[in-house]
């Protein structure tokens, strides 16, 4: 069996920032209260990790930038059509709904991470906002830590999302996306 010649398309950057923001976000979603310091610094390497992401997709190589993959959504809802009748052309880097995703993904942790350093600052008088917010009154730390949660769930679901539209695209292009993070490349055509 021939093998079909590979080229590199996720750079190691995008791919070590990937993985880490995985664990992150999971040591984050799964700790609190009792693990209180841990989902701060948990969240404090999401938030690194994100500040390096969106200057990665202004100055990085051709596939991280997001001029590479962000389209309209009409475009992506479009794909998303050609996905259903299983007529979707492949893409070697993002497809229109993976990169849509990926805004989604990257809005969603940004404000979930924002309003977690809100929190910390009026609950724990913690943080690099505490100077700022720790007079605030409890409730509005109250009502924040109802809009990280709310956040919080609603990236997870983001995540679930993502990972159908992985194995969905990996069924339908023969090919495994999964390995394609680890290894950085993806089969040429």
């Known amino acids: ?16 920032f990937h993985w880490l923001l995985v664990a992150g976000f999971f040591t984050a979603y799964l700790t609190e209260d009792d693990f209180m310091t841990l989902h701060a610094w948990a969240g404090y390497l999401v938030l690194s990790l994100l500040a390096f992401r969106l200057a990665w997709g202004f100055v990085g190589p051709r596939h991280a930038r997001f001029s590479d993959f962000v389209a309209p ?14 007529r979707a052309p492949r893409h070697l880097g993002h497809n ?24 910390y600052g009026v609950e724990e008088q913690a943080g690099p906002l505490a100077a700022y917010v720790a007079h605030w009154p409890r409730a509005i730390g109250k009502a924040f830590e109802e ?14 999302v993502h990972v159908a539209g992985v194995i969905v695209e990996s069924l339908l292009h ?5 390995k394609a993070m680890w290894t ?3 089969r040429l055509n």
Request: glycine share 14%; charged share 15%.
């Open 1 to 16: 069996m021939r093998h079909s010649p590979t080229v590199p398309v996720w750079d190691p950057l995008v791919r070590i």
């Open 73 to 86: 959504p009409g475009e992506a809802l479009r794909y998303l059509g050609r996905v259903v009748t299983g």
């Open 96 to 119: 229109p709904a993976g990169g849509l995703m990926i805004v989604a993904l990257l809005v969603g942790l940004v404000l979930t991470g924002a309003s977690g350093l809100v929190v």
């Open 147 to 160: 809009v990280h949660e709310f956040l919080a769930n609603g990236v997870l679901l983001l995540v679930f």
């Open 174 to 178: 023969r090919e495994n996306l999964v």
């Open 184 to 186: 950085g490349e993806k």
